[in-house]
């Protein structure tokens, strides 16, 4: 109705926190009377009614807000932003925030060619710590023990991973996701030290930055065109030189570790359910999955 916008004002408001970190009204989950305030109420309603008048195009709506000044300045943060709009609330900067636990698996998945984008089918049980079911299994429960996936089952995005109620998925767990016990409408947002540990220890994560490293092997023998190739997928640029030279600091320290020691080079690259690539030396792929995973962890 046009006389009661709430649901236009509630959608735009969604997809503008989706986008930009924080909605115009910071509570996306409420636009009701204990609800945050709109930052900017005239932005909100321009908004809506743009939707509501453009046949209720997402499509439309998202363009024109990825394409808006606001939403292509950038990210760096300067004292005086900082001291005027320290949560970003007035978008005097580009949006930075790390990204919801989905979607940082399923980036590393595609960026590596690992990805399967097949749609549809059965849930899957893809990598997993030991005992997380078991611990909080009932007994005769039919997920008292947790049989991972082999094949296309590791690799398929993460809306199709089988979730136990009261034993979510460890990394994304740590990674924020909510744990369905109960309704939610806008996720904790947090960095940590341990979701690093996620990011360049998890077997999913070691195995697509093998995945990519060997790409970019097979795509150059130029240290600058390999590393070129990698940020491209994972940052959509390339490295200042500052961010490459520390980059190439750690692949040639790993070179010569990985050169001394062969059983923990092989032990690296032989991480996940897929094979590495036989004609590429094997002390070289573990150190260029090394300098993916400090680039992928970002």
């Not at 089918?121 to 611990?135: C, I, K, L």
Request: glycine share 6%; aromatic share 8%; with cysteine.
């Amino acid at each position: 109705s046009r006389q009661n916008p709430l649901t236009a004002r509630v959608t735009v408001n969604r997809v503008w926190g989706y986008l930009f970190g924080t909605g115009i009204v910071e509570t996306t989950e409420d636009l009701g009377i204990s609800g945050a305030r709109p930052v900017n109420q005239d932005l909100l309603d321009w908004q809506a009614v743009a939707f509501m008048e453009s046949g209720w195009d997402y499509r439309a709506m998202v363009k024109r807000m990825i394409l808006s000044q606001a939403y292509r300045q950038s990210a760096a943060l300067t004292p005086a932003k900082l001291e005027k709009d320290p949560l970003n609330l007035l978008i005097s900067r580009g949006p930075r925030y790390r990204l919801d636990a989905e979607q940082i698996r399923d980036g590393a998945l595609a960026v590596s060619g690992l990805l399967v984008r097949t749609l549809g089918g059965p849930p899957v049980r893809p990598y997993q710590p030991d005992g997380v079911w078991e611990a909080v299994a009932m007994p005769g429960s039919t997920t008292a023990n947790y049989q991972q996936d082999k094949g296309d089952g590791l690799y398929r995005r993460s809306m199709y991973t089988l979730w136990k109620r009261t034993a979510p998925p460890a990394s994304m767990d740590i990674l924020n996701a909510p744990s369905r016990e109960s309704f939610c409408t806008r996720r904790e947002r947090t960095n940590t030290p341990l979701q690093a540990f996620v990011t360049m220890n998890d077997p999913q994560f070691v195995e697509a930055a093998r995945q990519l490293a060997a790409h970019a092997m097979a795509a150059s023998s130029d240290k600058n065109s390999r590393l070129d190739f990698i940020t491209a997928r994972l940052l959509s640029r390339s490295f200042t030189a500052a961010e490459r030279a520390v980059s190439h600091r750690t692949q040639e320290r790993a070179f010569a570790a990985y050169q001394a020691d062969a059983a923990a080079a092989m032990a690296l690259i032989t991480v996940g359910d897929s094979k590495p690539d036989p004609s590429l030396p094997p002390a070289e792929l573990a150190s260029w999955t090394l300098a993916v995973s400090q680039v992928l962890n970002m």
